[in-house]
């Protein structure tokens, strides 16, 4: 059971939709960030929060919009995306975020996107 | 610039046999390293990672990795495969006090364990 949860765990959206995803995690971390998991490329790190302050934003399109109410909770908010844009969208927390954190990263299931 | 170097994309091992999974990596200064593996439709799991000290770092399901400076290595083993092993395996690297906001993530080894 892992102590990051990704909600929905797939999610097939238009191009003109607009869609939000969801983490949370009970890990009492401070930091939470999103990546972008496409096949035969690295994980793409796409945004840091650290303490609810974005401290990375790796220089993502705006039709991804990022927002973190608190240190639990992560939202992506996704509109006008494109075909490419189809992936798998981890959430990830660890513990402080800061620049000596080499505490593990702790993932959740991912959210299984396509545009269509 | 740092990056991480996965040069196999798929490991087929036989059961029992030992098995090796390799990462080579490029950075400035100090390395933080990690190996994490994801089963299918799981996001990643830490296994294990090295900061400083002992070059041999045991990790979780028996795995073990091996730093060397020298050879900018980083290794992921196990003595005996087991069919449960049959992964997905990330070797990730940052640079020491760069934080995760500078983490680089290898492209990935399939790990296949023949029963």
């Known amino acids: 059971e892992t102590g990051v949860t990704q909600t929905p765990r797939h999610l097939v959206m238009g191009m003109t939709n607009k869609k939000s995803l969801k983490c949370e995690q009970h890990?009492?971390?401070?930091?939470m960030y999103w990546y972008k998991q496409s096949a035969k490329k690295p994980l793409e790190l796409m945004f840091v929060?650290?303490?609810?302050?974005?401290?990375e934003n790796n220089s993502v399109p705006s039709r991804f919009s990022p927002e973190c109410p608190n240190s639990s909770h992560l939202f992506l908010h996704l509109h006008t995306l494109q075909p490419e844009d189809s992936a798998l969208y981890l959430c990830?927390?660890?513990?402080?975020?800061?620049?000596?954190?080499?505490?593990?990263?702790?993932f959740g299931n991912g959210t299984r996107l396509t545009v269509t | 610039a740092q990056s991480v170097a996965q040069p196999e994309d798929q490991v087929n091992v036989a059961e029992g046999n030992p098995l090796t999974v390799k990462c080579t990596y490029s950075?400035?200064?100090?390395?933080?390293l990690f190996w994490y593996v994801q089963y299918p439709n799981r996001g990643l799991q830490f296994l294990l990672k090295?900061?400083?000290?002992?070059?041999l770092v045991k990790g979780s399901y028996g795995f073990e990795a091996e730093f060397n400076k020298s050879q900018t290595s980083f290794h992921l083993k196990k003595p005996s495969a087991l069919v449960s092993d049959s992964a997905l395996y990330f070797c990730?690297?940052?640079?020491?006090?760069?934080?995760?906001?500078?983490?680089?993530f290898g492209t990935g080894t399939k790990l296949q364990v023949i029963p």
């Open positions: 990730a690297v940052i640079r020491d006090r760069g934080g995760y906001q500078k983490v680089t």
């Open positions: 890990l009492g971390h401070n930091a």
């Open positions: 950075v400035s200064g100090n390395p933080y």
């Open positions: 990830a927390s660890s513990q402080d975020g800061g620049r000596g954190d080499n505490s593990p990263l702790h």
């Open positions: 090295y900061i400083t000290g002992d070059n």
């Open positions: 929060y650290n303490f609810k302050e974005q401290t």
